[in-house]
């Protein structure tokens, strides 16, 4: 498992600087130490969305996490979660609620200290957790139609 180097992130910045959050500015990149470790989301059943997700080290110890997507839902608002297990698993826990992924630019922003169990969560967990992350189209019917998901931590290889 090979972790981000300053060039990576760097490259990431670069990609992500023209898009925006949800506040319409620069993604934020204060912050990060460097390290950084990036998972692919692919399409949930019927969908066509993919991208990344990306979990980088913070200063203040907190973890950013970043979802990329592409093929959202223009004007659309898709809910998103770190959950606990394998994406394989059906009705796994959720482990942290994450901001939404704008249906306009595909990005989503959250810094992540505890999860939902109120257990720490640093980066360095992040790399032995078991878990994944799901977008979902929208919260109705109990968040059922998934957009994109992939495994993290221990489930997955990353993509950097």
């Known amino acids: 498992m090979r972790l981000f180097s300053f060039f990576g992130l760097v490259m990431v910045t670069l990609v992500f600087a023209g898009c925006s959050d949800d506040d319409g500015g620069p993604i934020p990149t204060d912050g990060i130490t460097g390290e950084g470790i990036v998972y692919r989301l692919n399409p949930g ?46 009705n796994t826990l959720m482990a942290a609620m994450l901001n939404p992924v704008d249906g306009d630019t595909g990005i989503s922003t959250t810094d ?7 257990s720490d969560f640093t980066f360095d967990d992040l790399l032995a957790f078991d878990g994944h992350v799901k977008v979902h189209l929208d919260a109705g019917a109990g968040y059922t139609t998934i957009l994109a998901v992939g495994d993290i931590g221990a489930n997955a290889v990353p993509v950097n």
């Open 45 to 90: 059943e019927g969908s066509n969305a993919s991208g990344t997700v990306s979990f980088y080290r913070l200063t203040n110890g907190l973890v950013r996490v970043t979802i990329g997507l592409e093929n959202t839902v223009p004007g659309g608002e898709h809910p998103a979660h770190l959950h606990y297990g394998s994406a394989s698993l059906d």
């Open 112 to 118: 992540v200290d505890v999860l939902a169990d109120d």
